[in-house]
């Protein structure tokens, strides 16, 4: 099979917000406690994070992560997570029915975060509590002045604002599932409301709306046009969620899941454009993808209630989910003019691509890698790029290309950097690239994902699935793209010399 892919130098997309590699811990499963919080591990530091797994963290480089939920933030009291910790309280998590202690809280999150070199995406109650709350969360964690609250911090050791910029207005709020769930109306009115007083306290941070808890919601649309309607002028982004599954086992369907996400992307921000031509706004709304993965493996997995870090939701992924998740990341890339903020749901244990066992090792999952080299080296700008492919039909009526691609440039780097994956399942690839502008860009590395076995999963023990160096071709404008693999091919134009991978 041939493909062809064009770009150049002069035509760009946008400039890609790092945000759009951020991930999500929410307090659910071995989430926090026995995945980035295990007192009694050897790799534990002296406030209980695990060292091991903090490392993995920090080898992807995680701009930014959502906390704490999820389901769980609309039960959720955040005074419990603060202070002195053997006088926090035992919780009934309904969420996820479970036994929430309080160990860990917003004191600690940030620390951690902090250890993790990203920042926090925090969440709000707005499910069975309210504006006041909200407010009263925003001012204990950034407040400078002399009150109560920002009082209460420093009590609790945190003599600096923590200087949280962005806020979640709640979670997933047309949810049947979500404690406190609201109509449309309803929502927008106290999320509107919420977004005020949390500005009045720290006019320095950026809001986002819950959107639809997926594109299959009902509501899907119209919730985002009335929310909008009611909170446009208060909030700067509206978010996305969305997980893809392969119970079918139908692999074509399954790893051409990114056209659909991408069709979501472009649904929604015509959405936000629509409601906001109406109100003649000069403002945009930019888009968070604050939750996306590969979601299934674990459905209808036996738990026990009521306990503390038990396991929930923890998907093995397999070779062919890496696969998805490459194509994903290129999806978010692609359209950096409008999603400035996204989250890999989760980070750890839980639908994560790092997995811990409890007294033991902390390994990466099969899609730990595309997420790592989008977040290491999708820096800088995405080109507009014209492509030619092969095409295949979905089960479902979706036009997919054999070839997904992502351009990033970075002007101040030198590089050109190319994700590709090829989706054959039967046939390698030919790629042929014109880099128009780019004449004296050479290849300087083809790291490449790949596995016989779309089924291969990795262990604590064996890495089955791991990115491997190929050879450089002779003519680097035509590079051989094997089937079902993922690729990252780096081209520098500096001085190739002083070019270091
Ligand atoms: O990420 C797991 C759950 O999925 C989150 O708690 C919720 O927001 C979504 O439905």
Redesign the pocket.
Known sequence: MKAELMIHKNFVIDEIDPRIYGS?I?H?GRAVYGGIYEPTHPSADEEGFRKDVLDLVKEIGVPIVRYP?????SGYRWEDGTGDKSKRPRRMEL??EAIETNEVGIDEFQSWAKKANSEVMMAVNLGTRGIEEAQALVEYCNGDEDTTYSEQRRQNGFEKPFGIKTWCLG??MD?H??MGRKTAEEYGKVAAEAAKLMKLTDPSIELVLCGS??YNMPTFGSWEMTSLDLAYDYVDYISL?Q?YHNIRDRYEDFVGRSVHMNAFIKSVAAICDAVGAKKHARKKINLSFD?W?V?YHSNGDAYEKWKTGVAR?EDIYNFEDALLVGCMLMTLQNNCDRVKMACM??LVN??APIMTKNGGGAWAQTTYYPYLYASRYGKGETMRSAQKSEVYRTTDGFTVPYLETSVIHDREAKTLTVFAVNRSKTEDMTLLLALDGFETAVLTEHVELYHDDLKAVNTENAEAVKPKNRALPENDREILLKKHSWNMLRYAYGTVDSYEP
């Open positions: 999500f929410e659910l939920g999820g389901n769980f933030v969420a996820w979670n997933e949810g599932w979500q808890s997926n969620h997980y939750e993965n979601w939701l749901a989760q839980v639908i």
